[in-house]
C-alpha cells in the first residue's frame, strides 16, 4: 500500500492569492509527478520529477512551479491563483526499480 | 490521433454481467500497461499491470494484451455495483519523460 499524501484536501481561495499545495510519500520513491484533472476529463501531467533538484514540465502548460529539495518532498505553488485554476491535483510517485505509479488523494481546488 | 484511446462510454452492464473495456495505444514500443480504477471524486488506484502478450488473471479482473494489434483490455467479471467508476488504462513507454500515457477514461455503471 502506497504512503503518499496530500494537503490541503480541498480549499477555496480567492484570485490572486499565492497556494502551495503539498505532496509528500515516505517511501523514498525518486520520481514524483504532479496531475490536473478537471471533473470527468483525462488526467494531464504538468510537472515531474527523477529526484533531489530535478524537476520537469509536463505535457499541460501550467503556470505552476515546482520544487524538490528532499526526497519526499514535492510541492506545488500557484503564485497567483485564476479562476482557470480551479480542477483537481493529483500527486504520483513511483520507486525507480518499479514499474508501479501511486497516487495521493488529491487537492481539489476552486478559484472564486 | 491520441496516444491512448479507450471505448468512449459510458458503458452500463447489468450486475452479474461481463464487463469489458478496451484500450488501443499507438507506440508500438511500449512495454508496460496498466488499468486504474477512479471512483466519483477519488484518486486513482491500480487494479492491474500486465508486460507480456496474453491474459493475466486476478480475482474477477482479466488484463489481456495484445502488441501486435496495439490493444489492452480489461474484463470485469460477475461485476458488482461497486465496480462502478471511471477506468483509466495508462501506457508507459521506455524513453518517454513522461512515464504514463492515461487514456481518458471509460465509465462503467453496474446496473443493480
Known amino acids: 500500500e502506497a504512503d503518499i499524501y496530500q494537503t490541503p484536501r480541498y480549499l477555496v481561495i480567492g484570485t490572486g492569492k499565492k497556494i502551495t499545495l503539498e505532496c509528500s510519500q515516505t517511501?523514498?520513491?525518486?520520481?514524483m509527478y504532479w496531475y490536473q484533472q478537471d471533473p470527468g476529463m483525462e488526467l494531464h501531467l504538468i510537472h515531474y520529477s527523477y529526484g533531489v533538484n530535478s524537476t520537469e514540465k509536463g505535457d499541460l502548460s501550467s503556470e505552476s512551479t515546482v520544487s524538490r529539495i528532499r526526497t519526499e518532498h514535492f510541492p506545488l505553488t500557484l503564485e497567483s491563483a485564476r479562476p482557470s485554476h480551479t480542477s483537481q491535483y493529483l500527486c504520483?510517485?513511483?520507486?525507480?526499480?518499479?514499474?508501479?505509479?501511486?497516487f495521493g488523494p488529491g487537492t481539489r481546488l476552486l478559484v472564486l | 490521433q491520441k496516444e491512448v484511446e479507450q471505448n468512449s462510454g459510458p458503458l452500463s452492464v447489468p450486475e452479474g454481467a461481463i464487463a469489458s473495456l478496451n484500450c488501443t495505444y499507438s507506440?508500438?514500443?511500449?512495454?508496460?500497461f496498466f488499468w486504474y480504477r477512479q471512483y466519483s471524486g477519488k484518486s486513482p488506484e491500480l487494479i492491474m499491470s500486465i508486460y507480456s502478450n496474453g491474459d493475466k488473471e486476478d480475482g474477477r479482473f482479466t488484463a489481456q494484451l495484445n502488441k501486435a494489434s496495439q490493444y489492452v483490455s480489461l474484463l470485469i467479471r460477475d461485476s458488482q455495483p461497486s465496480d462502478s467508476a471511471t477506468y483509466l488504462c495508462?501506457?508507459?513507454?521506455?524513453?518517454?519523460?513522461?512515464?504514463?500515457?492515461f487514456g481518458s477514461g471509460t465509465q462503467l455503471t453496474v446496473l443493480p
Open positions: 507506440d508500438r514500443g511500449s512495454q508496460s
Open positions: 495508462a501506457v508507459r513507454t521506455p524513453g518517454s519523460a513522461r512515464q504514463l500515457t
Open positions: 504520483a510517485s513511483r520507486d525507480i526499480t518499479q514499474e508501479t505509479q501511486y
Open positions: 517511501m523514498g520513491h525518486d520520481k
